[in-house]
């Protein structure tokens, strides 16, 4: 076997929410049985940005709030592997918050779990779009991503989790990669994360979360309603858990690559075809 | 008429101005199909807004016995769609010149500043026109006719290129533009330019098939050929036609395109492809560079291959968008923060762009770091004409990537082995036992954070020492002329055909000339300020206002004392004439003395 880089231990504070994220996506990994090859794991900058140091798989560390441009670029180029962005609710939702958009309306084929403390722990304890108003002098109503996704039609895959609660965690993000593997896109997994030093929330969160996959009647089909839910328990100064919406449409990737051809990453470009398409494009500029 | 005094048609240089939207261009690029199937070469430029329709704006285009990419400085032939575009060009009229203008609003009055003696052609475009075919647009069809008149063509050779540029559109707008013809062909009857007696007599000597590009497609070709899989890109003008291209051929090379939500993504994107181990481009101007930096940092960082075109166009900031500048050369070469390998190349005509392309990719991947193709709006949009390209003089070097069986054979992978090169051995994901870490933040040899001093030291000149190892495979600069004069040029980019004519001009009042083309320019040869040394009169030609080229050259040893300076950056594109204006009368050469 080739000795390749040891898996460093976390840097996270004793008690920090992003423990339960890697442990539930680790778990996951490997009960689908993706081996460590296959991964490609894109974190963003902050506390959760350093998850894919911990892990066996092909890590990358993006600049500040590119994890969703850099893994739609990752899905496109090679469709065979597993690509998981990661990162925190300043690098998702503030800095990357034009990306969080467009890649709902795209739907890459990428699972994207977002590690929300509604803080800035690495800068020390400032705002995140996602801190309530009031928060260290914060003067903004609070944003709600989950929200912001139901209004976006391209999107099919929204679920938040809580790492206080671990059985649904690794529920989730197993059904958050089974989504994308089977070629539905984009699956979107927030997961309230507690920061134990600049806002530890345990206490709050414990009490607050609310569990839509325990509703009966609750149905993640429906868009609409799912909006409705979530406004009213917002409303009740709940935060709701659970799959929130769940729709098809196909994955970027199968519809964005010719399919005669292999991955662009797993072409052999070599040799150029000369007497074929490189041809055909010459003479287009004689005819 | 007598054929005998027919000027012949070596060099015809024809603008055709109107609005913005009165088809203009459409004119000009059917009329350079035709000449160029006639033998001549030939080389279009584009006067335009920013905006979609209105404001006076212009195509030029000179076909030329030889080669010639760029514009001479008289004017042979104006079509004006709109008389309030004569006196924006009319400086550029000499007393030879013939002027078609639309005469539906009334004959051309005396504001025009029109030389003395220019020929004045007026035709009802418009009128016949909206009374044809109830469109205005029309009016560029018809006009058509009477320019193939004036020059010589016969009805035949004008309705088979009607044919090639509206067919593709439909049998119906191919109707209605072959009626639009035959309705300027009555007009043209009616104004004494009959079939046959054309001014000019077509001389050409060169019959081979010739393509007909622009910079901005050869760069793209040139990717597609290299083996690039994927471009994602955001609409910038001047680049944008890089993107278009690609979005229409790359599928069919088995490659993607993505149009990003900003350039932020668009290098990303870009990344995220890269860091896969496929052969990555991005194009854009100074604007969008200015937003990549960041990400082209991370390149040089995380030691991720990708080739970034600049076409650049009028800064600072928003500029003017549509106009040629070449001030984005510190930003390409300096740029960014901290300190990290780059590559900036040069090409100067659209076969270069094509060539330039290849060796980027190859440098990009080799040596796993940021390429810059360093074109201008001039280089990036004109068309001319250019000898096909020889596709298998392509050679594709994809640096130390290893597979599956290679990394098994390996004690231990590191993603960044410290190794002679500065570049590691890549296995891109998916390799089974090729598990690594990329990241922009300081690192140790596989990839894991280090802020160890020891371990920076080594890393810093890891990355730097690329610099030094790829030199022997950067384009070197090519010299024209005569290598013995001491004149001499420098210029990149649109430069290359003014300063190639002017050396021609230059040489015609026996004055002698030589032009030092510079290709690469990060990192910067040593050829290059040791021609400085050796030419004691250079000329370098560029189009910003604080000599970032000549500054350049100075910073790596060229000999501040023997540079002049031309600088341009109104906008306009130099014409050879300008040059040797400049070269005259700053070195005091009397012309008769000379000759």
């Not at chain 1, 989790?161 to 593997?181: C, E, F, I």
């Not at chain 2, 004119?27 to 080389?43: E, F, H, K, Q």
């Not at chain 2, 008289?74 to 009319?90: R, S, T």
């Not at chain 2, 390209?389 to 994809?398: F, Y």
């Amino acid at each position: 076997m080739t000795k390749t880089f040891t898996p460093s231990r976390p840097i996270w504070c004793a008690g920090c929410g992003d423990f339960g994220v890697l442990q539930a996506l680790v778990s996951a990994l490997e009960e689908l049985k993706i081996p460590p090859h296959e991964r490609m794991v894109v974190a963003g900058i902050g506390c959760s940005g350093s998850l894919q140091n911990n892990l066996s798989c092909y890590g990358y560390h993006t600049l500040h709030g590119r994890v969703l441009p850099t893994v739609t670029g990752s899905k496109l180029a090679n469709p065979e592997l597993t690509v998981v962005g990661v990162g925190g609710d300043g690098d998702g939702y503030a800095i990357g918050g034009g990306h969080l958009v467009h890649a709902f309306k795209r739907n890459p084929g990428v699972t994207y779990i977002v590690m929300n403390n509604g803080t800035y722990g690495l800068t020390k304890g400032q705002a995140s779009p996602t801190a309530p108003t009031g928060y260290q002098d914060n003067l903004e109503e609070d944003l709600d991503p989950i929200m912001l996704g139901l209004s976006i039609p391209g999107s099919t895959f929204l679920a938040r989790a809580y790492s206080g609660q671990p059985a649904q965690l690794l529920d989730l993000t197993l059904a958050a990669l089974k989504h994308t593997a089977e070629g539905g896109g984009m699956s979107y997994l927030e997961v309230l994360s507690p920061c134990v030093t600049y806002n530890d929330t345990y206490r709050d969160w414990r009490t607050s979360v609310y569990d839509v996959d325990a509703e009966e009647g609750y149905d993640p089909t429906n868009r609409a309603a799912a909006f409705t839910r979530m406004q009213e328990l917002r409303e009740e100064k709940r935060l709701p858990l659970g799959l929130i919406f769940k729709g098809q449409r196909h994955a970027l990737e199968s519809v964005a690559l010719n399919k005669d051809f292999p991955a662009p990453a797993l072409q052999d470009i070599g040799r150029p075809d000369i007497s074929g398409v490189c041809n055909d494009a010459l003479q287009s500029f004689i005819r | 008429m007598n054929n005998n005094t027919k000027p012949r048609l070596e060099d015809l240089n024809v603008i055709v101005a109107g609005q913005g939207g009165d088809g203009s261009l459409t004119v000009v690029n059917i009329l350079a199909d035709v000449l160029r199937t006639s033998g001549l070469r030939v080389y279009t430029e584009r006067d335009v807004l920013s905006r979609i329709k209105g404001g006076i704006t212009a195509a030029t285009l000179r076909a030329y016995n030889g080669e010639r990419l760029c514009i001479s400085s008289h004017i042979d032939l104006m079509v004006a769609f709109d008389q309030a575009a004569i006196p924006k060009y009319a400086f550029r009229l000499n007393a030879k010149s013939i002027v078609i203008y639309d005469s539906s609003n009334g004959e051309l009055t005396a504001e025009s500043k029109l030389p003395e003696g220019v020929r004045l052609i007026g035709v009802p475009l418009s009128r016949y026109a909206v009374k044809n075919f109830r469109r205005d647009i029309y009016k560029n069809s018809i006009s058509f006719a009477v320019i193939g008149r004036l020059i010589g063509l016969d009805d035949g050779q004008m309705k088979i290129a009607f044919e090639k540029r509206f067919g593709r559109r439909g049998a119906q707008a191919l109707k209605y533009n072959l009626d639009a013809l035959n309705v300027g062909c009555t007009l043209a009857d009616n104004a004494g330019l009959t079939i046959g007696e054309g001014l000019f007599e077509i001389v050409a000597t060169d019959s081979k098939a010739h393509m007909l590009i622009t910079g901005n497609e050869a760069v793209a070709f040139g990717f597609a050929v290299a083996g690039g899989r994927f471009f994602a890109g955001y609409p910038i003008t001047p680049s944008t036609d890089v993107m278009e291209w690609l979005v229409k051929w790359l599928p069919k090379f088995g490659g993607v395109v993505k149009q990003a939500e900003d350039e932020l993504s668009a290098i990303n994107m870009s990344i995220g492809a890269a860091i896969t181990g496929t052969r990555t481009m991005t194009a854009t101007c100074g604007p969008g560079i200015a937003l990549m930096q960041e990400g082209i940092g991370q390149l040089g960082m995380a030691e991720i291959p990708m080739v970034i075109v600049d076409a650049q166009r009028s800064g600072p900031s928003t500029g003017m968008p549509t106009k040629p500048e070449q001030s984005d050369i510190n930003l390409l070469c300096y740029g960014g923060a901290g300190d990290f390998p780059r590559v900036v190349l040069a090409p100067g005509n659209p076969a270069e762009c094509f060539h330039l392309t290849v060796t980027a990719c190859n440098i990009a991947e080799k040596y796993q770091v940021p390429v810059f193709m360093c074109l201008d709006q001039g280089l990036s949009q004109n068309t001319a004409t250019v000898d096909p390209i020889d596709l298998s003089s392509v050679v594709i070097d994809r640096g130390g990537r290893l597979d599956a069986e290679q990394v098994s054979k390996l004690e231990v992978y590191k993603r960044y082995l410290h190794t002679d090169s500065g570049a590691s051995d890549f296995a891109p994901p998916g390799t089974p036992g090729g598990m690594g870490l990329v990241t922009g933040n300081e690192h140790d040899e596989f990839g894991l954070v280090s802020t160890d001093p020891v371990n920076r030291n080594k890393m810093v000149a890891k990355r730097q020492h690329k610099m030094v190892s790829m030199k022997p495979e950067l384009p070197l600069a090519i010299n024209h002329g005569v290598e013995t004069a001491d004149i001499g040029f420098i210029g990149v980019g649109m430069c290359y055909g003014v300063i190639l004519e002017a050396i021609d001009l230059l040489a015609q009042k026996s004055i002698f000339a030589q032009y030092h083309q510079v290709r690469t320019l990060w990192p910067m040869l040593d050829d290059t300020p040791a021609f400085t040394k050796r030419c004691p009169n250079i000329f370098v030609v560029e189009y910003n206002a604080t000599a970032q080229l000549a500054k350049l050259i100075i910073a790596h040893g060229g000999e501040e004392e023997n540079i002049n300076n031309i600088l341009r950056y109104d906008g306009i594109p130099m014409q050879a004439q300008d040059l040797v204006n400049t070269v005259i009368s700053k070195l005091n050469l009397k012309e008769d003395e000379v000759a």
